[in-house]
């Protein structure tokens, strides 16, 4: 089955640094979205960005699927960026179920 | 638009208990999931309806475990005879088209 690997597992930063965190797939997808996992469990949406560059405010995210990853940046990190970042895909064509990766674990120190 | 809903929230329960969670999708939104979360792990997915045809199924989804979705608007999950194992998070999405949108979750302790 297809694999989704993240990278790097764990990040601390300083209030105020920027970071990039890293999606690589095994595989051609259709679909792709990065999410926010809070302290609290909630799943929280932040891009569904199966191919090409989208921005909200201090984030973006660009995904290359002919190169079979994408990328989440984070600019000027505040406290409240803390917690797991995961990229999920699906193939498509018919399946809809994500596969998740491994997460990246965020924790931004006042 | 109120998000996903799920309930409850914690349950704790003796193994051998069955156990039925319920999870109300947005309104309007036709797909509905279910994964499975262990800690330090990412979510896992169990199964997936479109209206009230369940399409896919895991074969995490063993035969203790089943899901429906009566008339197409919300869901059950219930777990027959549960196990220390079964213990996790489980999480209801549901989307119109293919960005899902996950509720908070249920937290399900079996000692």
């Known amino acids: 089955g297809i694999q989704v690997e993240q990278s790097p597992p764990d990040l601390i930063l300083q209030e105020g640094a920027n970071s990039t965190l890293r999606c690589n797939f095994s595989?051609?997808?259709?679909?792709l979205q990065w999410f926010h996992q809070n302290p609290w469990g909630q799943l929280i949406n932040l891009f569904y960005i199966p191919s090409g560059t989208k921005q909200n405010g201090r984030l973006s995210a660009t995904t290359v699927a002919t190169e079979r990853y994408s990328l989440l940046y984070i600019s000027s990190s505040q406290t409240t960026d803390s917690g797991v970042y995961f990229c999920a895909v699906a193939l498509g064509s018919g399946t809809y179920k994500y596969i998740f990766g491994t997460g990246t674990r965020l924790k931004v120190l006042a | 638009d109120t998000g996903v809903s799920q309930n409850p929230r914690h349950k704790i329960t003796k193994r051998g208990q069955n156990v039925t969670f319920r999870c109300d999708p947005i309104?309007?939104?036709?797909?509905l999931y279910w994964y499975r979360q262990t800690l330090g792990q990412g979510p896992e997915f169990l199964t997936y309806?479109?209206?009230?045809?369940?399409?896919?199924k895991s074969r995490l989804l063993s035969d203790r475990f089943s899901a429906e979705r009566p008339k197409g608007s919300f869901s059950t999950l219930e777990i027959q005879r549960t196990e220390q194992g079964d213990s996790a998070m489980y999480l209801c999405a549901s989307s119109k088209l293919e960005e899902q949108y996950f509720g908070p979750g249920t937290r399900l302790t079996v000692t």
């Open positions: 309806f479109q209206n009230e045809a369940q399409l896919e």
């Open positions: 595989d051609s997808v259709n679909n």
């Open positions: 309104s309007e939104h036709n797909r």
